[in-house]
């Protein structure tokens, strides 16, 4: 029913960046937070940041504050994030998520998201 799509993982050098993009199908994407989480292996996923349904409230996990910026656009049902100055420590499987129960404020927890992305693999090299 409700479908997200990544897209724009890769390789990159460190100091690079990329932009990921998500695609979002068969909801009403305007009403939904939107939020950005990574996965490294054998970690549980780790909040990256998330947007609210206006673009009004973004938040971002310390690690990338700085670096990433999340935005979205009303008219392509979309939610990109920005990765610049990329580090090896940015390697993970990216995943972009949606709560589509209202809330105040975006969420920073994994579980308070209800769709998910397939996720898509960020390497940054050395």
């Known amino acids: 029913q409700v479908q997200l799509v990544e897209s724009g993982g890769g390789l990159v050098q460190a100091g690079g960046s990329l932009r990921l993009s998500c695609v979002v199908s068969g909801g009403t994407f305007n009403y939904y937070i939107m939020g950005w989480f990574r996965q490294y292996p054998g970690k549980e996923r780790e909040f990256v940041a998330c947007?609210?349904?206006?673009?009004?409230?973004?938040y971002y996990g310390d690690s990338v504050k700085g670096r990433f910026t999340a935005s979205r656009d009303s008219a392509k049902d979309t939610v990109y994030l920005q990765m610049n100055s990329l580090k090896p420590e940015d390697t993970a499987v990216y995943y972009c998520?949606?709560?589509?129960?209202?809330?105040?404020?975006?969420?920073?927890?994994?579980?308070?998201?209800?769709?998910w992305g397939q996720g898509t693999q960020v390497t940054v090299s050395s």
């Open positions: 998520a949606a709560d589509s129960f209202w809330k105040l404020v975006p969420s920073r927890g994994s579980n308070d998201y209800n769709y």
């Open positions: 947007i609210s349904s206006s673009s009004s409230t973004i």
